[in-house]
Protein backbone atom coordinates (compact mmCIF):
# COMPACT_ATOMS: atom_id res chain seq x y z
CA UNK A 1 0.00 0.00 0.00
CA UNK A 2 0.77 4.06 -0.17
CA UNK A 3 1.47 3.46 3.44
CA UNK A 4 3.78 1.09 3.80
CA UNK A 5 5.76 2.33 0.71
CA UNK A 6 6.11 5.86 2.49
CA UNK A 7 7.39 3.89 5.53
CA UNK A 8 10.11 2.02 4.01
CA UNK A 9 11.45 4.25 1.30
CA UNK A 10 13.22 7.24 1.22
CA UNK A 11 10.11 9.64 -0.35
CA UNK A 12 10.92 12.95 0.52
CA UNK A 13 8.06 14.88 -1.45
CA UNK A 14 4.60 13.67 -1.49
CA UNK A 15 1.80 15.25 -3.60
CA UNK A 16 -1.83 13.82 -2.82
CA UNK A 17 -5.93 13.95 -2.71
CA UNK A 18 -7.12 14.76 0.29
CA UNK A 19 -9.18 11.28 0.52
CA UNK A 20 -5.71 9.68 0.07
CA UNK A 21 -4.29 11.93 2.92
CA UNK A 22 -7.04 11.01 5.37
CA UNK A 23 -6.47 7.15 4.33
CA UNK A 24 -3.05 7.07 5.51
CA UNK A 25 -3.34 9.07 8.89
CA UNK A 26 -6.07 6.64 8.89
CA UNK A 27 -4.13 3.55 8.45
CA UNK A 28 -0.58 4.18 9.15
CA UNK A 29 -0.86 7.37 11.19
CA UNK A 30 3.50 7.89 11.59
CA UNK A 31 3.65 7.34 7.17
CA UNK A 32 3.98 10.71 6.72
CA UNK A 33 6.59 12.11 9.50
CA UNK A 34 9.48 11.42 7.62
CA UNK A 35 8.46 13.72 4.34
CA UNK A 36 10.01 16.70 3.98
CA UNK A 37 6.78 18.28 2.34
CA UNK A 38 3.01 17.04 1.61
CA UNK A 39 1.22 18.74 -1.16
CA UNK A 40 -2.79 18.71 -0.61
CA UNK A 41 -5.02 19.57 -3.71
CA UNK A 42 -7.36 18.09 -5.91
CA UNK A 43 -10.69 18.18 -4.05
CA UNK A 44 -11.87 20.50 -0.35
CA UNK A 45 -9.73 20.17 2.45
CA UNK A 46 -11.84 19.56 6.16
CA UNK A 47 -9.63 21.62 8.68
CA UNK A 48 -9.93 18.42 10.81
CA UNK A 49 -6.95 16.67 8.08
CA UNK A 50 -5.02 20.00 8.77
CA UNK A 51 -5.31 19.58 12.69
CA UNK A 52 -4.19 16.07 11.90
CA UNK A 53 -1.37 16.80 9.96
CA UNK A 54 -0.18 20.11 12.30
CA UNK A 55 -0.53 17.67 15.36
CA UNK A 56 1.97 14.87 13.54
CA UNK A 57 4.12 17.66 12.71
CA UNK A 58 3.92 17.27 9.26
CA UNK A 59 4.89 20.37 6.49
CA UNK A 60 2.12 20.70 4.40
CA UNK A 61 1.17 22.94 1.90
CA UNK A 62 -2.33 23.43 0.27
CA UNK A 63 -2.14 24.26 -3.71
CA UNK A 64 -4.92 24.95 -6.06
CA UNK A 65 -4.30 24.00 -9.83
CA UNK A 66 -5.39 22.00 -13.31
CA UNK A 67 -3.71 20.18 -15.77
CA UNK A 68 -4.52 23.13 -18.32
CA UNK A 69 -2.00 25.09 -16.17
CA UNK A 70 0.77 22.91 -15.66
CA UNK A 71 -0.33 22.43 -13.14
CA UNK A 72 -0.27 24.46 -9.67
CA UNK A 73 -1.47 27.63 -9.93
CA UNK A 74 -1.24 28.89 -6.30
CA UNK A 75 0.30 27.33 -2.85
CA UNK A 76 -0.31 28.28 0.31
CA UNK A 77 1.14 26.56 4.01
CA UNK A 78 -1.80 23.96 4.94
CA UNK A 79 -3.77 26.78 7.53
CA UNK A 80 -7.50 27.10 8.92
CA UNK A 81 -8.44 29.60 7.18
CA UNK A 82 -8.93 27.66 3.86
CA UNK A 83 -6.90 29.80 1.73
CA UNK A 84 -4.50 28.47 -0.88
CA UNK A 85 -2.46 31.61 -1.64
CA UNK A 86 -1.69 33.60 -4.32
CA UNK A 87 -0.73 33.03 -7.97
CA UNK A 88 2.91 31.25 -8.50
CA UNK A 89 5.07 33.31 -10.13
CA UNK A 90 4.33 32.88 -14.85
CA UNK A 91 0.66 32.71 -13.45
CA UNK A 92 -2.14 35.17 -13.24
CA UNK A 93 -5.80 34.81 -11.96
CA UNK A 94 -9.35 37.28 -11.90
CA UNK A 95 -12.56 36.55 -10.61
CA UNK A 96 -15.58 37.37 -13.19
CA UNK A 97 -18.81 36.78 -11.44
CA UNK A 98 -17.12 34.00 -9.50
CA UNK A 99 -15.63 32.21 -11.81
CA UNK A 100 -12.07 31.70 -11.44
CA UNK A 101 -10.40 32.50 -14.85
CA UNK A 102 -6.49 31.93 -15.56
CA UNK A 103 -3.38 32.65 -18.27
CA UNK A 104 0.41 32.80 -18.20
CA UNK A 105 3.39 30.96 -20.00
CA UNK A 106 2.52 27.59 -18.34
CA UNK A 107 -1.20 27.83 -20.27
CA UNK A 108 -1.84 24.58 -22.59
CA UNK A 109 -1.63 24.88 -25.95
CA UNK A 110 -4.67 23.67 -25.99
CA UNK A 111 -7.48 20.48 -26.29
CA UNK A 112 -7.13 17.88 -29.06
CA UNK A 113 -10.15 17.67 -31.66
CA UNK A 114 -10.67 15.89 -34.58
CA UNK A 115 -10.39 19.12 -35.91
CA UNK A 116 -7.63 20.15 -34.78
CA UNK A 117 -5.87 21.82 -31.49
CA UNK A 118 -8.63 24.27 -29.63
CA UNK A 119 -7.37 26.41 -27.36
CA UNK A 120 -11.06 28.04 -25.28
CA UNK A 121 -9.74 31.35 -23.95
CA UNK A 122 -10.77 34.58 -24.24
CA UNK A 123 -9.46 38.32 -26.70
CA UNK A 124 -7.14 38.82 -23.72
CA UNK A 125 -5.94 35.20 -23.72
CA UNK A 126 -7.21 33.97 -20.21
CA UNK A 127 -8.98 30.76 -19.93
CA UNK A 128 -12.44 29.89 -17.66
CA UNK A 129 -11.63 27.39 -15.16
CA UNK A 130 -15.18 26.58 -14.70
CA UNK A 131 -14.08 26.51 -10.56
CA UNK A 132 -16.11 29.42 -8.30
CA UNK A 133 -13.91 31.27 -5.78
CA UNK A 134 -13.40 34.29 -3.97
CA UNK A 135 -10.69 36.29 -2.65
CA UNK A 136 -9.91 36.90 0.94
CA UNK A 137 -8.81 40.75 2.37
CA UNK A 138 -5.22 39.27 1.69
CA UNK A 139 -5.71 38.54 -1.62
CA UNK A 140 -5.17 34.71 -1.01
CA UNK A 141 -8.02 32.34 -3.11
CA UNK A 142 -10.45 30.52 -1.68
CA UNK A 143 -12.14 27.37 -3.51
CA UNK A 144 -15.68 26.81 -3.34
CA UNK A 145 -16.07 23.95 -6.19
CA UNK A 146 -17.45 23.35 -9.85
CA UNK A 147 -19.59 25.79 -10.92
CA UNK A 148 -20.99 22.80 -13.29
CA UNK A 149 -21.28 20.61 -10.26
CA UNK A 150 -23.24 23.37 -8.12
CA UNK A 151 -26.87 23.02 -7.51
CA UNK A 152 -29.87 24.76 -6.03
CA UNK A 153 -31.75 23.41 -3.36
CA UNK A 154 -34.89 25.22 -2.25
CA UNK A 155 -33.16 28.78 -3.23
CA UNK A 156 -29.94 28.46 -1.46
CA UNK A 157 -26.88 27.10 -3.63
CA UNK A 158 -25.18 24.13 -2.83
CA UNK A 159 -21.97 22.84 -3.60
CA UNK A 160 -21.06 19.20 -3.20
CA UNK A 161 -17.29 19.53 -2.47
CA UNK A 162 -18.16 20.97 0.84
CA UNK A 163 -20.75 18.36 1.58
CA UNK A 164 -18.06 15.61 0.47
CA UNK A 165 -14.80 16.98 2.51
CA UNK A 166 -16.90 16.74 5.56
CA UNK A 167 -18.12 12.90 4.93
CA UNK A 168 -14.84 11.42 4.59
CA UNK A 169 -14.24 12.68 7.86
CA UNK A 170 -16.23 9.98 8.97
CA UNK A 171 -14.21 6.83 9.71
CA UNK A 172 -16.87 4.40 8.07
CA UNK A 173 -16.20 6.43 4.95
CA UNK A 174 -13.44 5.99 2.45
CA UNK A 175 -14.89 8.33 -0.66
CA UNK A 176 -17.95 10.32 -1.08
CA UNK A 177 -19.84 12.16 -4.13
CA UNK A 178 -22.60 14.24 -3.79
CA UNK A 179 -24.75 15.14 -6.37
CA UNK A 180 -28.23 16.82 -6.67
CA UNK A 181 -31.88 14.43 -7.29
CA UNK A 182 -34.59 16.62 -8.82
CA UNK A 183 -37.58 17.24 -6.03
CA UNK A 184 -40.69 18.91 -6.82
CA UNK A 185 -40.78 21.39 -3.71
CA UNK A 186 -36.99 22.04 -3.44
CA UNK A 187 -36.09 21.75 -7.11
CA UNK A 188 -33.05 19.37 -6.18
CA UNK A 189 -31.82 17.40 -2.82
CA UNK A 190 -28.37 16.57 -2.11
CA UNK A 191 -27.58 12.50 -2.21
CA UNK A 192 -24.82 11.21 -1.64
CA UNK A 193 -23.16 8.22 -2.69
CA UNK A 194 -20.65 6.36 -0.26
CA UNK A 195 -17.64 3.94 -0.33
CA UNK A 196 -18.20 2.75 3.04
CA UNK A 197 -15.46 0.67 4.74
CA UNK A 198 -15.55 -1.45 8.13
CA UNK A 199 -13.68 -0.02 11.23
CA UNK A 200 -12.86 -3.72 11.88
CA UNK A 201 -12.15 -5.94 9.54
CA UNK A 202 -13.26 -8.63 11.93
CA UNK A 203 -16.95 -7.11 11.61
CA UNK A 204 -18.46 -6.47 8.38
CA UNK A 205 -20.73 -3.94 7.03
CA UNK A 206 -24.52 -4.94 7.02
CA UNK A 207 -27.74 -2.97 6.03
CA UNK A 208 -28.21 -1.93 10.21
CA UNK A 209 -24.35 -0.76 10.49
CA UNK A 210 -24.95 1.27 7.28
CA UNK A 211 -28.27 2.62 8.05
CA UNK A 212 -26.43 3.95 11.15
CA UNK A 213 -23.34 5.54 9.22
CA UNK A 214 -25.86 6.98 7.12
CA UNK A 215 -27.74 8.78 9.91
CA UNK A 216 -23.99 9.94 11.76
CA UNK A 217 -23.34 11.15 8.25
CA UNK A 218 -26.30 13.38 8.05
CA UNK A 219 -25.89 14.91 11.71
CA UNK A 220 -22.07 15.40 10.75
CA UNK A 221 -23.31 17.65 7.85
CA UNK A 222 -26.11 19.57 9.74
CA UNK A 223 -23.92 20.42 12.73
CA UNK A 224 -21.00 21.72 10.49
CA UNK A 225 -22.88 22.70 7.61
CA UNK A 226 -26.53 23.65 7.61
CA UNK A 227 -29.61 20.82 8.24
CA UNK A 228 -30.99 21.51 4.71
CA UNK A 229 -27.56 20.64 3.03
CA UNK A 230 -27.34 17.12 4.81
CA UNK A 231 -28.24 13.95 1.88
CA UNK A 232 -32.10 12.96 1.58
CA UNK A 233 -30.25 9.29 -0.08
CA UNK A 234 -27.53 7.47 0.19
CA UNK A 235 -26.46 4.80 -2.07
CA UNK A 236 -23.55 2.61 -1.96
CA UNK A 237 -20.68 3.05 -4.56
CA UNK A 238 -21.10 1.35 -7.34
CA UNK A 239 -17.76 -1.37 -7.58
CA UNK A 240 -18.41 -1.60 -11.32
CA UNK A 241 -16.93 1.15 -12.28
CA UNK A 242 -13.20 1.10 -12.52
CA UNK A 243 -10.74 4.60 -11.96
CA UNK A 244 -7.52 4.80 -13.55
CA UNK A 245 -6.41 7.88 -11.79
CA UNK A 246 -6.38 9.47 -8.30
CA UNK A 247 -9.53 11.17 -8.19
CA UNK A 248 -12.75 8.82 -9.07
CA UNK A 249 -14.44 9.24 -12.44
CA UNK A 250 -17.51 11.85 -10.84
CA UNK A 251 -20.11 11.62 -13.98
CA UNK A 252 -19.45 7.83 -14.39
CA UNK A 253 -20.16 6.94 -10.81
CA UNK A 254 -23.39 9.32 -10.52
CA UNK A 255 -24.56 8.03 -13.79
CA UNK A 256 -23.67 4.33 -12.23
CA UNK A 257 -26.13 4.68 -9.51
CA UNK A 258 -29.23 7.00 -11.44
CA UNK A 259 -29.25 3.53 -13.83
CA UNK A 260 -31.67 1.23 -12.07
CA UNK A 261 -33.74 4.21 -11.17
CA UNK A 262 -33.85 5.41 -15.10
CA UNK A 263 -34.95 1.10 -16.10
Given amino acids: SLAKQLQHSTISHVSLVPTQALQIL ?15 GGGMIEP ?4 SLNALNIKAYTSYGMTEMSSQITTAKANLAGHHGRPLPARQLKLVDG ?8 LFLGYLTPQGVSLPVDEQGWFCTQDKGQLNDKGQLMILGRADNMFICGGENVHPEQ ?3 VLITHPNVAQAIVFAMPDPVFG ?3 AAIIDYVAANDAVPLNSASIDLINA ?7 QKLA ?3 RPRHYFSWPKQVVSSGIKAPRKLIIAAVQQPQAE
Fill in 26 to 40: TQQPNALTQVKALLL
Fill in 48 to 51: QLID
Fill in 99 to 106: LIWVKGEC
Fill in 163 to 165: LEA
Fill in 188 to 190: HLP
Fill in 216 to 222: QLSQLIA
Fill in 227 to 229: RFM
